[in-house]
């Protein structure tokens, strides 16, 4: 230690000062904003009992548990200040906010095709933009954080199915997705065909945005559009075996799950070619299953 003091010693101050600070911002963004900001795919997550209680929606239960496995038991990133330990990451940022502006489609369509004031809530707090943080330009400005608004959207949805249970009468086998899942189907897919957009114009063009965070935003998108639309199947289940597009459903989620998994260590545009082909085949898949329902 006396030989690491005599050589910091024999450094100029300003140089001593400039390395000081290097190692400091290395630990702050480089190491503790790594642990913060790492992304986790977790394709076998579950609505907890809370969230899905027996005759709710397992598909409102799964926007239930994805938002809390990304704000409650994660770091939520998109609305960092730089000063925050993840506040330079950029990757993070995108695959939660495209989960969240997902999950919002969802919410809004199934409630506009089958309002309730849960839903409603839910759909309100939902539209709060992810970079949303407690001090925010203009007037009033100090608000709830998307964090806090996203925390609400789980209570509602909760409540909501909360709802359901206890308003659920002899189940009966539909013909037909219900109406608020078709429109949730239809909203889900609509952003995985924007993804897929967004991800060819950066292919074509490299002033669009940057073959990494496109790829994060196109795995957050896949990944929410998994679950959800596994929730949507569940809960449509005896509708799905008579219609006799089983196979289509299944078409989708693979392709939906192959680009959700996509984590290489290097991103270049072969990746953004696979990922997009994953989410047109899922695209494909589902307008297939959407065909003739409405």
């Known amino acids: 230690m006396q030989g690491v003091g005599a050589g910091l010693s024999r450094i100029p101050p300003p140089l001593r000062l400039f390395a000081v600070m290097m190692a400091i911002l290395t630990g702050w963004y480089g190491i ?24 709710g929606s397992v598909a409102v239960g799964m926007a239930a548990r994805l938002i809390e ?9 998109p609305n960092d200040p730089i000063f925050y330990p993840t506040g330079l990451t950029r990757r993070t940022p995108a695959f939660q906010s495209s989960m969240m502006l997902m999950i919002a489609d969802f919410v809004a369509a199934k409630n506009e095709a089958n309002p309730s004031p849960a839903l409603s809530s839910a759909s309100r707090y939902l539209a709060t933009a992810p970079t949303t943080w407690w ?35 002899q189940p009966v086998i539909a013909q037909a997705l219900q109406p ?13 065909e924007l993804e897929a957009a967004q991800g060819n114009r950066i292919l074509r063009s490299e002033e669009a945005g940057t073959a990494a965070v496109q790829l994060s935003s196109a795995r957050g998108t896949a990944f929410a559009a998994a679950m959800l639309m596994r929730g949507i199947r569940d809960d449509n ?5 008579l219609s006799g597009k089983a196979a289509r459903w299944g078409e989708a989620l693979d392709a939906l799950d192959v680009a959700a998994s996509m984590n290489p260590v290097f991103v270049g545009d072969d990746d953004l070619v696979k ?9 494909s898949a589902m307008r297939d299953i959407l065909e003739g329902q409405g």
């Open 69 to 77: 496995h990304q704000v409650v038991e994660r770091s939520f990133t």
């Open 237 to 241: 289940a005896g509708a799905i075996r």
């Open 32 to 55: 503790i904003g790594t642990v913060l900001a790492n992304i986790e795919v977790d394709l076998a997550i579950r609505p907890t009992a809370e969230q899905l209680p027996p005759g």
């Open 180 to 192: 608020g899942s078709l429109a949730a189907l239809l909203a889900l897919l609509e952003r995985v």
């Open 135 to 169: 001090l925010r330009p203009g007037w009033p400005p100090i608000g709830p954080s998307a964090e806090r608004q996203y925390r609400s959207a789980i209570e509602a949805l909760s409540a909501h199915n909360r709802d359901a249970a206890l308003a659920r009468g």
């Open 275 to 283: 990922s997009g082909y994953s989410l047109l085949l899922a695209g």
